[in-house]
């Protein structure tokens, strides 16, 4: 078997392409270049038949946004909804609003051009040392259409395995699912850890760097805009589910805590979980 971590790259420009190739093999990766969306996910073999002969799994995706047949944004769900491969977003859009945006989706990371091979090197070692050691989303599983498995940072604050039915929040670390007043919440690999890490200690406020530990890893290179993105989508996730209650509480200058204890909102009914 070949030990050479394969690197998926998804980059339309061939002089682009060829550079993120060279630097990634002369580094000890397979890099395997694609120009279209389509390549991307036959190259990622959601469908075995439409494999790039591809006998070894892809470690890790660099995904540029924009493709000649798709949104890079976009595809990237496509992706998730396929796989639970590490991606990073490479784009000419260097516009803190696109880097949330990508962010928020889930990526793992988020390079602008122009960049440094060499430090694009360097991210891709860092995901893939944090997806070995656990601290990221691996395959070991608990998603059927994701295969992600938590992180080892949130595995030591897990809740208790059970709840009782009738609590507010009851986080199925297991399942990697959520309710909320019994129902379930749609949630990014990274809203999930961030909220199974506040509700593992309820009242308790996590600093920004914290978080980043505990959910994104000690090495990742995120910042802490990016915390206060997934908190911003986390709320109003919960939000949507009962919108008197304030699930989140800010704490200027330190973090954030999950409000304990949750209130019973009026108009809101307790469900048992699904």
């Known amino acids: 078997m070949n030990s050479r971590p394969r690197i998926l790259v998804v980059e ?6 060829d550079t993120i190739r060279y630097a990634l093999a002369t580094d000890g990766f397979e890099p395997v ?3 279209t969306g389509a390549e991307a996910l036959a190259a990622l073999g959601a469908d075995d038949e439409k494999r790039r002969g591809l006998p070894e799994p892809v ?39 696109d880097r949330v945006v990508g962010l928020e989706l889930g990526a793992d990371d988020y390079v602008a051009k122009p960049f440094s091979p060499r430090e694009l090197v360097a991210r891709v070692r860092t995901i893939l ?21 938590a992180t ?44 199974q890490t506040l509700a ?39 939000k949507a589910v009962a919108p008197d209650v304030e699930p989140i509480v800010t704490h200027r200058g330190t973090g954030y805590a999950l409000a304990d204890p949750l209130p019973s909102p009026a108009g809101v009914r307790l469900l048992p979980p699904a």
């Open 12 to 17: 339309d420009e061939p002089g682009i392409a």
């Open 33 to 35: 270049c694609v120009g």
């Open 59 to 97: 470690a890790l995706v660099i995904l540029d946004v924009g493709l000649p047949d798709v949104n890079g944004f976009e595809l990237f769900k496509r992706i998730q909804q396929a796989s639970a491969v590490p991606v990073v977003f490479l784009t000419a859009r260097s516009d803190e609003i």
């Open 129 to 149: 040392r944090r997806a070995a050691r656990g601290a990221a989303p691996a395959h070991a599983a608990t998603s059927p259409a994701l295969g992600m498995s």
């Open 152 to 195: 080892s940072a949130a595995a030591e604050v897990a809740p208790p395995a059970v709840p009782p039915p009738a609590v507010p929040l009851r986080v199925d670390a297991e399942r990697r699912r959520v309710h909320y007043y019994g129902r379930a919440l749609e949630l990014s690999r990274y809203e999930y850890g961030l909220l």
């Open 200 to 238: 593992a200690r309820p009242g308790r406020v996590w600093t920004r760097d914290e978080l980043l530990a505990q959910v994104w890893g000690a090495d990742s290179d995120s910042f802490d805009r990016t915390v206060d993105a997934h908190v911003k989508t986390v709320r109003a996730k919960l």
